[in-house]
């Protein structure tokens, strides 16, 4: 079956360039301190319900970019906080001296203690409800269609994510994973922004 082109009037060797799969890269480091030649231009930051900081890699985004000054912009803007599976957007601040113009705060799910919250709202709790998606994996979900939604609004060419979840709140590595990369690969053949997004893992494991 032919590659379906996403992008009108593409030729197949343009939609080639375009693969989705040549925009994605991984690496192993630090979001708040990566290679200048990457070119990110927003990083998505793994925030927390309150907007208000927290650990991981919440805080070390609240420290590159000005920690007090990030509070009082996110308190002002949203003083509701962001609800989990939605993303707030802010100026990069303190990180700008890294050519960064953008922080995402996504709210992702915590990964529930027991089956009881693994079924949709309303769906019967049983075993059928961990063979799909669980409401955690659509809260997940939702934070990466929001991030790239988002990085179309603010013409983001290069952006960089954490693994949203997969820390503090224990979402299982694996099943995060498959949830950004496939969303990420569905976005990317739909839309020529963001150029390029990169999963940035703090460790081998992640
Ligand atoms: N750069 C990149 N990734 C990082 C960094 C960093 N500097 N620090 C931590 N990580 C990775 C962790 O290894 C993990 O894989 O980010 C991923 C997300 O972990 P957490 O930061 O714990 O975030 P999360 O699981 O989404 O929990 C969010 O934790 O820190 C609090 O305020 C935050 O309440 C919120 C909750």
Same mark, same amino acid.
């Given at each position: 079956?032919?590659?379906?082109?996403?992008?009108?009037?593409?030729?197949?060797?343009?939609?080639?360039?375009? +693969?989705? #799969?040549?925009? #994605?890269?991984?690496?192993? %480091?630090?979001?708040?301190?990566?290679?200048? *030649?990457?070119?990110? +231009?927003?990083?998505?930051?793994?925030?927390?319900?309150?907007?208000? %900081?927290?650990?991981?890699?919440?805080?070390?985004?609240?420290?590159?970019?000005?920690?007090?000054?990030?509070?009082?912009?996110?308190?002002?803007?949203?003083?509701?906080?962001?609800?989990?599976?939605?993303?707030?957007?802010?100026?990069?601040? %303190? &990180?700008?001296? @890294?050519?960064?113009?953008?922080?995402?705060? !996504?709210?992702?799910?915590?990964?529930?203690?027991?089956?009881? @919250?693994?079924?949709?709202? %309303?769906?019967?709790?049983?075993?059928?409800?961990?063979?799909?998606?669980?409401?955690?994996?659509?809260? /997940?979900?939702?934070?990466? *269609? @929001? /991030?790239?939604? /988002?990085?179309?609004?603010?013409?983001? @060419?290069? &952006?960089?994510?954490?693994?949203?979840? *997969?820390?503090?709140?224990?979402?299982?590595?694996?099943? !995060?994973?498959?949830?950004?990369?496939?969303?990420?690969?569905?976005?990317? /053949?739909?839309?020529?922004?963001?150029?390029?997004?990169?999963?940035?893992?703090?460790?081998?494991?992640?």
């Amino acid at each position: 079956m032919d590659h379906p082109l996403p992008i009108s009037g593409q030729t197949p060797a343009d939609h080639a360039l375009n +693969d989705p #799969i040549a925009r #994605i890269a991984v690496h192993v %480091g630090d979001i708040t301190a990566l290679p200048e *030649t990457f070119g990110v +231009d927003a990083i998505a930051n793994a925030a927390n319900e309150s907007l208000a %900081g927290g650990g991981g890699v919440d805080r070390a985004i609240h420290d590159a970019a000005g920690r007090d000054e990030l509070i009082a912009y996110n308190r002002e803007q949203y003083p509701a906080g962001c609800p989990t599976g939605l993303v707030k957007h802010s100026p990069a601040l %303190g &990180l700008e001296a @890294q050519g960064i113009k953008h922080i995402l705060h !996504a709210v992702g799910p915590v990964w529930p203690e027991d089956d009881a @919250q693994y079924a949709m709202p %309303g769906a019967p709790i049983d075993d059928t409800a961990k063979l799909g998606y669980t409401y955690a994996d659509t809260l /997940l979900a939702s934070c990466y *269609t @929001q /991030l790239f939604n /988002l990085a179309v609004k603010y013409d983001i @060419q290069h &952006l960089a994510i954490p693994a949203i979840s *997969t820390g503090v709140y224990r979402f299982p590595k694996p099943r !995060a994973a498959r949830i950004a990369f496939g969303h990420a690969h569905g976005h990317l /053949l739909r839309n020529d922004l963001p150029q390029r997004i990169t999963f940035v893992c703090f460790n081998e494991e992640d």
